[in-house]
């Protein structure tokens, strides 16, 4: 089945900041990456809440964040030279904000500086992200890199077409990997959770969406499902071990579990980067606020991912190591379409990334947001610049 919200995607004007929703079909192609380690994450998909658990019970990698920049040096460099040629997002949206059966309650979001966030009603914590349509249409694009890093596979864990009757997209966001895998796999009961209704009204028909909290007890039977897939919670736990462990429970004996996710801290191998870049002081500053709140802004740092789900219980562990440009550096024309759409979703809402983050948590000023992120622009536009987003795909089966 297709939607008719899909669309065909069309690749991103260089230093546009106005692209079209973009989703593409999928296929079995093998993992791809412009760095696959051997080891072997959308939004920015929105979500589900962080835990309420000031301590994590697996803490997140010891990642210090040494001389981070604070707001106030943002303020002393002023804004970028040639910076006028930054502008608003203009995506339009195609987010049908209404579910079926939900109470005013939870559509009563928290505003800040105009800006909406998930609501209280739901989760004992607040969460980082907004949930309006500015950032619902930023995470889109962000899943179309996503989808494009990944080749157009919707999972690497070993899953046999009617071989299995039950899937859950955990923070499924926009929907929109649950809508895929509800079309490719039109036999099996597809549920997709969040903890805001921000999901499209029309879906395929073995696909429902939930709204649910994922760091609380899961309300699901124990051994039901045969898939269990998450992607991109990056700072939505504080204690993975506690959601790990309650994957584990519902999986099926023989079923998968599988977590793609990414890090605050971005990476550079050639140099380009130097530590007083606004990007590269983004991680710092991130992980800083997530060390305040006792939330995970590091999921694919130092075998987080893998080693929570080995002591979850799960066996046949693989990981898969990957990087996302974040700007269309590349020479390779694929690395190049990723990073034009990694970029464009950063520029389109740098503001509601941080406002959260730096503001709420670490003090900034509005103007000191203001100029950080006009500096975050104008290097995402510096193609000597040669950042990426350090992903890993982490997947285990439940014993039989």
Known sequence: MSTPLKRKPQSPAPGSAVVAKARTSTSNDTLPGPAASGAASPGPASPAARTKSPTPAVEAPAIESPNHLPGSHWLQQGLPQHDNDDTESTLGSDVDSSTASISSSILNYRTINGRTYHSNSVTDGEYWAPNDPKHIEALDLYYHAADMMFGGKLHRAPLIEG????????????????????????????????????????????????????????????????????????????????????????????GWFEHADTSAILGCDDGTFKDHHALMQWGKIYNKAAQKLGIIMTMA???????????????????????????????????????????????????????????????????????????????????????????QVVYGQKPE
């Open 301 to 391: 740092e130092d075998g987080l991912m893998e080693k929570t789900m080995r002591d979850a219980g799960f066996v046949n562990v693989k990981v898969v190591g990957l990087k996302m440009p974040l700007s269309p550096w590349p020479q390779d024309p694929k690395e190049k379409e990723i990073g034009r759409y990694a970029s464009v979703t950063i520029s389109s809402d740098v503001e509601g990334l941080i406002q959260y983050m730096f503001g709420n948590v670490l003090g900034w000023s509005k103007e000191e947001m203001a100029v950080y992120s006009a500096h975050v622009r104008r290097e995402l536009k510096d193609a000597s610049l040669h950042g990426y987003s350090k992903w």
């Open 163 to 254: 071989k299995f009757e039950n899937a859950i997209d955990i923070g499924t966001g926009s929907g929109w990997w649950a809508i895929d895998f509800a079309d490719k796999y039109a036999k099996c009961n597809v549920i997709g959770t969040d903890i805001s209704p921000v999901q499209p009204s029309w879906v395929p028909p073995n696909l429902q969406f939930e709204i649910n909290d994922a760091t609380k007890e899961w309300t699901y039977r124990e051994n039901h499902f045969d898939y269990i897939h998450m992607q991109f919670l990056n700072g939505a736990f504080g204690d993975l071990k506690q959601v790990y462990d309650e994957a584990f429970r519902c999986c099926k004996p023989g």
